[in-house]
């Protein structure tokens, strides 16, 4: 009995410490920017949605840290300058909690309110950008929902549809004449591989008929896609590029609405952290379109890990862009 206890012990520490080795030795992801290049986006100023988390926040974190101004586009304040507090003292740290982390070199940090289930607070939040900032290069759609329960945004939209695609969507439209005019400037798209298993049935885009949660999310980075092509196609010629990314699988929050028995939890939680990436490792392909010399003048491209990538036919296909922006522009209310 003593000795199958032993053995059962052992056999979890071997465990543990394999994970523990694989998670430290056998990430194969290095960071784009490895510090020398301090300062290579300062004077830029770039709208990150969905800062406050994730690979949001770790995009927000070096971009700062590159000199950028940068500004967290974020549904809930308090947890938006509460990330921003945080992001402030890592950058910084020898700057107090209020300090603007601009003593080493490092840009600064604006928080505003942009609720993406929203039409109105896409809205409002545009006119305060055009009214305040001169200049936006660098806009990455970037917050995102994951299969959550069938839920419809302020103006009936299915959840997933409406925040991902439908509220960028608007966004983008929004800002595209202050991207224009600070031209040549970017814009950077998050979408996901999990495109691969959408598709998009115009017959019921808000889900109405029947709702699988994977299917929409799919459907939604599919509609990225989709979107940033037909979007590069429409700015051929101002030097405003657009491309996409899946970032890989990363250890962050978009899980929230995963149920997982809390007896196995723990596990859940030592498989992700063994084998996900960290947040860090994740947004270095946001990092790259957002920062890199190297896809200056790139548009309507795919990447993942720095590279470019295949897509299937059915994110290429020209002709379900087309209506699928034209359908896009009625839903969201700027059809001229
Ligand atoms: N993590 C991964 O493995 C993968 C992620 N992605 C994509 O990466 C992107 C970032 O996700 P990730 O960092 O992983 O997830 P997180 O959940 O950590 O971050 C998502 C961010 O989106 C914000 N958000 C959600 N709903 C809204 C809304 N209505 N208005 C404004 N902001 C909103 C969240 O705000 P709040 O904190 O207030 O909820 C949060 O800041 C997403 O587009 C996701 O689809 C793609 C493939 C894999
Ligand atoms: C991190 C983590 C979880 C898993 C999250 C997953 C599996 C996210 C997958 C996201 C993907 C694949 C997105 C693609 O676009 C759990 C198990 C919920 C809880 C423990 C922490």
């Known amino acids: 009995m003593a000795v199958a206890t032993a053995a059962a012990i052992l056999a979890a520490l071997g465990g543990v410490l394999w994970l523990a080795a694989r998670r430290f030795v056998g990430s194969n992801v290095q960071r784009l920017h490895q510090g020398g290049d301090s300062g290579l986006m300062r004077g830029k100023t770039v709208l990150i949605t969905g800062a406050n988390s994730g690979l949001g926040r770790a995009t927000a974190a070096e971009l700062l840290r590159l000199g950028a101004r940068v500004i967290m586009g974020c549904r809930d304040r308090e947890r938006a300058e509460e990330a921003a507090g945080q992001l402030r003292r890592e950058v ?13 070199g490092a840009g600064e940090l604006v928080v505003k309110e942009l609720d993406l289930a929203s039409l109105s607070s896409v809205r409002s939040f545009c006119q305060e950008m055009l009214q305040e900032e001169p200049r936006l290069d660098v806009l990455i759609n970037n917050a995102g929902v994951f299969q959550c329960p069938y839920m419809k945004t302020e103006d009936g939209f299915e959840m997933q549809f409406g925040v991902n ?3 960028h969507f608007l966004l983008t439209n929004l800002l595209l004449g202050l991207l224009k005019s600070s031209a040549p400037s970017r814009i950077v798209v998050v979408s996901s591989k999990l495109y691969k298993y959408g598709d998009i049935n115009f017959e019921d885009l808000n889900s109405e008929q029947s709702y699988n949660k994977s299917f929409c999310y799919s459907r939604s980075k599919l509609a990225n896609i989709l979107f940033t092509r037909e979007l590069a196609r429409r700015l051929e010629g101002t030097n405003v590029t657009v491309n ?3 970032p890989g699988i990363a250890r962050t929050n978009l899980g929230r609405h995963i149920h997982i028995p809390l007896l196995v939890r723990p596990l859940f939680n030592l498989v992700s952290w063994a084998f996900f990436k960290t947040p860090e490792e994740g947004a270095q392909t946001s990092i790259y379109l957002a920062s890199s010399p190297e896809v200056e003048g790139v548009s309507g491209r795919y990447f993942g890990d720095w590279k470019e990538e295949e897509l299937l036919p059915k994110a290429m296909d020209e002709s379900v862009a087309r209506k699928l922006w034209d359908i896009s522009e009625v839903m969201v209310g700027i059809l001229k």
Request: with cysteine; net charge negative; aromatic share 0%.
């Open 244 to 246: 996409v990314l899946h």
């Open 165 to 167: 695609h439908l509220g």
């Open 92 to 104: 910084c740290p020898a700057g107090g909690p209020d300090s603007e982390p601009n003593s080493g």
